[in-house]
């Protein structure tokens, strides 16, 4: 993904750099997902499968761990850790919400195109938008949530446990 190209030669310059570094890599963070409107229409919208199976990072969870390498940040030099809380696709995830909503949530496929015009019009930008849905579409975006739950020294966050607690609010 162009994307995480663009990232890769910022952390390829960090590690070279003879700098103290320490490089978090999270994944989909849940609050990306707007809540209000699939409560209010019950449909979620997605440029790409919602059964492919995805990584995701509540974002307490994740300045949880900025914090701690922020605090001991020579415990953590030259780590690079691929943050993630939970595995699941958006299907699941749109389960999990009509449970605690109490109605169903369907998912409407949206074109990449559409998706990707939101983000801007910049050709690069567009080219970006549609690698990195095409690579969603088809592979998903995973890893293992032991990492960060060996940096929080506890469970991560679940969709469960991150909906009761913006449910409350």
């Known amino acids: 993904m162009l994307n995480h190209k663009v990232k890769l030669e910022v952390e390829e310059y960090l590690i070279e750099s003879g700098l103290d570094w ?6 989909h963070v849940m609050q990306q997902m707007p809540l209000d409107p699939i409560i209010s229409s019950g449909v979620m919208t ?3 499968s919602p059964a492919t199976v995805q990584g995701f990072i509540d974002l307490a969870d994740f300045a949880q ?3 701690k390498v922020a605090r001991a940040p020579k415990e953590h030099n030259m780590a690079r850790y691929e943050l993630l809380g939970c595995i699941g696709s958006y299907n699941e995830v749109a389960d999990i919400i009509a449970s605690k909503i109490g109605k169903s ?22 080219e970006a938008m549609r690698r990195m849905y095409y690579y969603y579409d088809t592979r998903g975006l995973t890893g293992s949530p032991n990492v ?5 020294g506890r469970d991560p966050s679940t969709w469960d446990s991150y909906l009761d607690r913006s449910f409350k609010k």
């Open 22 to 27: 320490t490089i978090l890599q999270p994944t």
């Open 46 to 48: 997605l440029p790409y």
């Open 105 to 126: 949530v369907k998912i409407e496929r949206i074109p990449a195109e559409q998706a990707a015009a939101r983000a801007g019009t910049h050709p690069y930008t567009q």
């Open 148 to 152: 960060l739950r060996w940096l929080l």
């Open 65 to 67: 761990v900025v914090l």
